[in-house]
């Protein structure tokens, strides 16, 4: 068969293969079959050279014709098919407007910081006011100034989170440093005595930093909540009704408190106080392993070595101080049995409050 009859029968053959594709992918296909670098039109291209002389002219006009048909054809089916598959992508993604909107959830606020907010509320309906520290102190603030001693097993590394002190402080007892994550916010007290004198009625909430491993009643970060109160003769029995008021506002008014001696560096006397448990009412249950009570937060007078580093005179002036965890009072107050559902994030457990 002669080499023009040849293009002409390629051609013919392109065209229709051409005009049956069904998609792009199909189209390239045929584009490289015919034109790509191993193509059956561009080995004509690449042979002319083989062409007599005679016939080559002849032969040059029957390939470029053959070629432009078929680009030209390639590009109307190419426009043809991106026409189609867009408005097959616009049916296929088109909004039923029948349909319900789908309505999106409003975000509330975390249940730590609502019951932070609900601590903070009830003190400031008493006359507290709320003041703030860093998180980052000084072994004096959180330690010393405190009253703990040396050898107190908090001030070891084994029990605190010590960082680097970039100041050139003197280290601290534990010869590493004196620089740590605070493990209590009682370092507020320490700050507010310094800078205001009594009377003081200051509530101090904040994150704590403790080395624990998370189970059900530790994290190794938790939420605080601290109270001092410092006037002239205040007594452990206004301690006792101020957090028997705090109790019943918080947990109900049904809900009964109780005191058990205990000890802290910074107050003397000392004591731990317990909730009467809301579920069997005292009577006891799981819950409250059988006791009807639960502890809730420790408490205690101010000791008179506390006002010593503050500057205030311990025979003029009285007061206590109390601390409670924000995590234990939310899960007390919801019968929640794990602090760690508070921190895990799960929207489930978490949209219940």
């Not at 910081?113 to 860093?134: K, M, N």
């Not at 448990?277 to 819950?287: A, S, V």
């Not at 007061?319 to 019968?335: D, H, P, Q, S, T």
Request: net charge negative; aromatic share 8%; glycine share 10%.
């Amino acid at each position: 068969m002669p080499i023009t009859e040849e293009l002409l029968a390629l051609r013919e053959k392109t065209l229709a293969a051409i005009t049956q594709a069904r998609d792009s992918s199909a189209l390239e296909q045929v584009r490289i079959g015919v034109l790509g670098k191993s193509g059956t039109l561009t080995g004509y291209l690449r042979s002319m050279g083989q062409v007599s002389a005679e016939l080559r002219a002849q032969v040059g006009k029957a390939t470029n014709e053959a070629r432009m048909a078929v680009e030209a054809a390639l590009e109307a089916r190419r426009a043809e098919l991106a026409a189609a598959e867009l408005a097959a992508a616009i049916d296929a993604s088109a909004v039923d407007i029948t349909l319900p909107g789908r309505a999106q959830q409003i975000g509330t606020r975390h249940l730590i910081s609502r019951i932070t907010d609900e601590i903070a509320e009830i003190f400031l309906g008493i006359g507290y006011t709320v003041a703030q520290g860093p998180e980052v102190e000084t072994d004096y603030y959180n330690f010393e100034a405190l009253n703990a001693p040396p050898d107190h097993p908090s001030r070891g590394l084994a029990d605190t989170f010590y960082v680097r002190d970039l100041t050139g402080a003197t280290a601290s007892v534990t010869g590493e440093s004196d620089v740590l994550l605070r493990t209590q916010t009682s370092g507020v007290q320490i700050h507010v005595m310094e800078a205001q004198k009594p009377p003081i009625y200051i509530i101090a909430p904040g994150k704590v930093y403790r080395r624990d491993v998370a189970d059900p009643s530790h994290l190794p970060q938790f939420t605080q909540v601290e109270g001092l109160a410092v006037d002239k003769g205040i007594t452990f029995g206004d301690l006792k009704g101020t957090l028997d008021y705090f109790c019943r506002q918080m947990f109900g008014q049904d809900r009964k408190t109780r005191l058990r001696a205990h000890y802290f560096p910074f107050t003397e006397p000392s004591a731990e106080v317990d909730v009467s448990c809301g579920i069997c009412h005292g009577e006891g249950c799981r819950f409250c392993k059988g006791t009807g009570w639960l502890e809730i937060m420790g408490c205690g007078m101010v000791d008179p070595n506390v006002y010593g580093y503050v500057g205030i005179d311990p025979e003029e002036y009285s007061g206590f101080a109390f601390g409670m965890g924000v995590e234990r009072i939310a899960c007390l107050k919801y019968n929640v049995p794990d602090l760690r559902m508070l921190v895990e994030g799960d929207m489930r457990f978490l949209r219940q409050f």
